[in-house]
């Protein structure tokens, strides 16, 4: 399966979430270079990787023997997190493209509607975090994984395309109450934020459990968010992203557990 395949499988079931909910995305991109100031080992190796393959791919793949401290490293999360590793690893090196300030973890289904899992990492993220806090956002993107969100969010919002297309037929067919198919595109939608929220959060909490120190994940998502929005975005998203908790909120948790690790060892 190409990577083409992959990117424009996540985008039409994006689409079709966004046509059928009437998401709102807030929180553009901004590579805003002035944050650039971290250089670890594992950007270290990309680096070297990158200087290698040719500059003009949109994304570089790599093997655990080319990087080698950064598949140990994943390595070792995915035995304590209790999951087999990742399928690829794909590096995204574009500043103008979606996802060059971000670590993400994605899915698709292979013939035998199994989960294929893959993280696509950031060159930007790279640059933007330390080793402690790039392992700490390499745990949380894991335990998507481990907790199937991609599937799960997938079957979601198959099932909610379903259901709106069925309301709506059923309005504009019997001419019924234009009320219900709203309430219920509208229910929908706070369904499905709703729902990523609470992913975010078990992904945070799960990440904690197995990194060393708690406050790198919170670090971790602060630098990037203040990386990847303005500072007008950053305010307006202490109160409204709707796909993610705050980092305010999340920073606050992942302190508390930070305190409960150092209290119990
Ligand atoms: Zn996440």
Same mark, same amino acid.
């Given at each position: 399966?190409?990577?083409?395949?992959?990117?424009?499988?996540?985008?039409?079931?994006?689409?079709?979430?966004?046509? =059928?909910?009437?998401?709102?995305?807030?929180?553009? #991109?901004?590579?805003?270079?002035?944050?650039?100031?971290?250089?670890? $080992?594992?950007?270290?190796?990309? *680096?070297?990787?990158?200087?290698? $393959? =040719?500059?003009?791919?949109?994304?570089?793949?790599?093997?655990?023997?080319?990087?080698?401290?950064?598949?140990?490293?994943?390595?070792?999360?995915?035995? $304590?997190?209790?999951?087999?590793?990742?399928?690829?690893?794909?590096?995204?090196?574009?500043?103008?493209?979606?996802?060059?300030? *971000?670590?993400?973890?994605?899915?698709?289904?292979?013939?035998?509607?199994?989960?294929?899992?893959?993280?696509?990492?950031?060159?930007?993220?790279?640059?933007?975090?330390?080793?402690? #806090?790039?392992?700490?956002?390499?745990?949380?993107?894991?335990? %998507?994984? $481990?907790?199937?969100?991609?599937?799960?969010? +997938?079957? +979601?919002?198959?099932? @909610?395309?379903?259901?709106?297309?069925?309301?709506?037929?059923?309005?504009?067919?019997? #001419?019924?109450?234009? *009320?219900?198919?709203?309430?219920?595109?509208?229910?929908?939608?706070?369904?499905? +934020?709703?729902?990523?929220?609470?992913?975010?959060?078990?992904?945070? %909490?799960?990440?904690?459990?197995?990194?060393?120190?708690?406050?790198?994940?919170?670090?971790?998502?602060?630098?990037?968010?203040?990386?990847?929005?303005?500072?007008?975005?950053?305010?307006?998203?202490?109160?409204?992203?709707?796909? %993610?908790?705050?980092?305010?909120?999340?920073?606050?948790? @992942?302190?508390?557990?930070?305190?409960?690790? #150092?209290?119990?060892?």
């Amino acid at each position: 399966m190409t990577l083409g395949t992959i990117m424009s499988f996540k985008k039409t079931i994006g689409l079709m979430a966004i046509i =059928s909910c009437f998401c709102v995305t807030v929180g553009a #991109q901004n590579n805003n270079a002035s944050n650039h100031v971290v250089n670890g $080992k594992y950007f270290h190796e990309f *680096a070297a990787l990158k200087q290698k $393959k =040719s500059q003009d791919q949109k994304y570089l793949v790599a093997s655990a023997y080319e990087m080698p401290l950064l598949f140990s490293m994943i390595k070792k999360l995915s035995e $304590k997190l209790k999951i087999d590793q990742p399928c690829y690893v794909y590096f995204i090196t574009k500043p103008e493209d979606d996802g060059y300030n *971000a670590v993400e973890a994605a899915g698709d289904l292979n013939e035998n509607f199994q989960t294929l899992t893959f993280l696509f990492i950031g060159e930007g993220a790279f640059e933007t975090l330390s080793d402690e #806090q790039f392992e700490a956002i390499m745990a949380h993107e894991l335990s %998507h994984i $481990k907790n199937d969100h991609y599937t799960k969010g +997938l079957k +979601l919002e198959l099932g @909610l395309i379903a259901l709106n297309a069925l309301t709506w037929a059923g309005f504009i067919l019997n #001419q019924a109450n234009l *009320a219900y198919p709203i309430l219920i595109s509208l229910g929908s939608l706070l369904g499905v +934020l709703a729902y990523s929220r609470s992913c975010e959060r078990e992904a945070d %909490h799960d990440a904690a459990r197995v990194i060393d120190n708690p406050n790198d994940l919170g670090d971790a998502l602060r630098a990037l968010h203040n990386r990847n929005n303005t500072p007008l975005e950053q305010i307006l998203l202490k109160y409204i992203d709707f796909t %993610h908790p705050s980092v305010h909120e999340r920073e606050a948790y @992942l302190a508390k557990m930070a305190q409960a690790k #150092q209290i119990s060892s």
